[in-house]
């Protein structure tokens, strides 16, 4: 099952005609991708950037599909799916519905580096995480 999460629409998300600035999707699908690690009992700050453990996880590939607008004021529920995972790369796609109905998705891949800008191995809760069919 896909982890939820919700939000409302804010006015500065939108574009003159209140619909959703397409740029405001992929923050709030990094927003909902961090809500989701913290459901997992990781810190986003812990992973996204953590000197002491040589590990960044930087966002290097983000995709949408946009079907249905999502405009001012509306609750809006994310769904976090665990796309892929490889050694040291995980994809997230992130559905956004609303009124029980799809609008749109993110795809998110992350690729864990060293200090150096390596890719290196997923930390292990990441490596933990299932696939979902």
């Not at 529920?77 to 799809?102: C, D, P, Y």
Request: net charge negative.
């Amino acid at each position: 099952m896909p982890f939820k999460t919700s939000f409302w629409v804010r006015f500065g998300d939108t574009d003159p005609y209140g619909v959703v600035y397409f740029v405001s999707l992929f923050r709030y699908a990094h927003q909902a991708l961090e809500d989701f690690f913290r459901a997992q009992e990781m810190e986003p700050s812990e992973l996204f950037r953590n000197p002491d453990r040589n590990l960044g996880l930087p966002v290097v590939a983000a995709g949408g599909e946009f079907r249905r607008p999502l405009k001012y004021g509306m609750e809006v529920e994310a769904r976090v799916h665990l796309a892929s995972k490889g050694n040291s790369s995980i994809t997230f796609r992130v559905e956004f519905w609303q009124m029980g109905e799809f609008s749109s998705s993110v795809d998110l891949v992350l690729v864990a580096i060293d200090r150096a800008w390596r890719p290196r191995r997923l930390p292990p809760e990441l490596e933990a995480l299932e696939v979902e069919d």
